[in-house]
């Protein structure tokens, strides 16, 4: 029996013995036999042991079937999730969490500037180190704001909140992360700068509805949503690359937050959307609203009412803060011709 435990720990072995005494037992199951029955043998109690252990048997495969199964699943789980979500998933494989169903979630898309022409200009082995690292800092921001990791896709990243559970209030949340984001970006890129030209990374932020499960079929786990909510993230995340920001966020999301603080951007007519959609520029800092925040306010009011006081009023902006990209852009429509606060762009 000892020989047996140590070629092979789950078998479980019944002893029939004469020799009946409690030490004789004692000893069998101190090597781990499941049963012990003595001679003369009653084949009917012999019969119902057996069963007994069987069924045993059977109980230790499923449970030990059931913690492989959990274990890659938490293995799977872990590069989609945080850490605290991928362990409560993992302990039901057969979640309804995971089924494709429609829900009202957050969302956020990032993309580096110029990435396919670092990609076609960078050796192999520093591009992969560059990219690992990047990926896992971002992704390290995105698990500490309990946000899902949908896909990564080279250099883009998707993330979604409130799914696969439930994240009350999880506008503020998918803000936070996007902030995050940004300056976990711009400080990669300066760790980087003297050695390559690693571009300004785009995000961009909406909420709705949208069809989130698992859309890998029973072969290969692909978490992910799907729909106009996830269509529209994108688009905003393009549309900073015409707009000069880092960060563009729907009125969706900036309304839903609560203490938002952030500077309108416009109504922004995007591709395959037939209603314009306002936008905002998040502000980092949550210190008092500075003399520059305030400025840009009543230019845009100016520039929503059709005030041709605006050109003036963005122009003074630009003079004293020249780094602003969203004044320098009003700037350049209106002295192009552009008027209120309705913004076609050419994506």
């Not at 250099?155 to 696969?164: E, K, S, W």
């Amino acid at each position: 029996m000892q020989k047996l435990q140590e070629a092979e720990s789950k078998k479980s072995t019944i002893v029939v013995s004469a020799y009946g005494d409690m030490r004789n037992i004692r000893i069998a199951m101190n090597r781990c036999a499941f049963d012990f029955l003595t001679k003369p043998i009653d084949l009917g109690d012999l019969e119902t042991t057996i069963d007994k252990t069987i069924r045993h048997v059977e109980m230790m495969r499923t449970a030990h079937r059931r913690q492989v199964e959990a274990e890659r699943a938490h293995a799977s789980l872990s590069r989609y999730f945080s850490p605290q979500i991928a362990s409560r998933l993992a302990t039901d494989i057969e979640n309804n969490g995971m089924a494709v169903h429609r829900r009202e979630i957050g969302t956020i898309f990032t993309d580096i500037t110029g990435f396919t022409s670092l990609v076609e200009t960078t050796a192999p082995d520093v591009l992969g180190v560059l990219l690992n690292e990047y990926v896992g800092g971002m992704t390290d921001v995105v698990f500490a704001h309990e946000g899902t990791v949908a896909k990564i896709i080279g250099d883009a990243i998707q993330v979604l909140f409130n799914a696969p559970g439930d994240q009350p209030d999880y506008d503020a949340p998918a803000i936070a992360c996007a902030i995050a984001l940004d300056a976990s970006a711009e400080q990669f890129r300066e760790r980087w700068q003297d050695r390559l030209n690693f571009g300004v990374t785009r995000i961009g932020v909406h909420a709705g509805p949208a069809l989130v499960g698992n859309f890998g079929g029973g072969h290969f786990f692909d978490y992910t949503a799907y729909g106009d909510t996830i269509n529209t993230a994108a688009r905003l995340e393009a549309a900073n690359k015409f707009l000069g920001t880092r960060i563009c966020v729907s009125a969706a999301v900036a309304s839903g937050a609560g203490t938002f603080r952030g500077r309108p951007i416009g109504d922004l007519m995007l591709r395959g959307r037939s209603e314009p959609l306002r936008a905002y520029e998040p502000l980092h800092s949550m210190e008092p609203e500075e003399s520059e925040t305030t400025q840009y306010a009543e230019a845009f009011v100016k520039l929503e009412r059709g005030d041709a006081a605006a050109m003036p009023a963005f122009a003074a902006i630009v003079g004293q803060h020249g780094d602003d990209a969203l004044a320098g852009y009003h700037l350049r429509r209106l002295l192009n011709g552009g008027r209120g606060v309705t913004i076609q762009l050419e994506q």
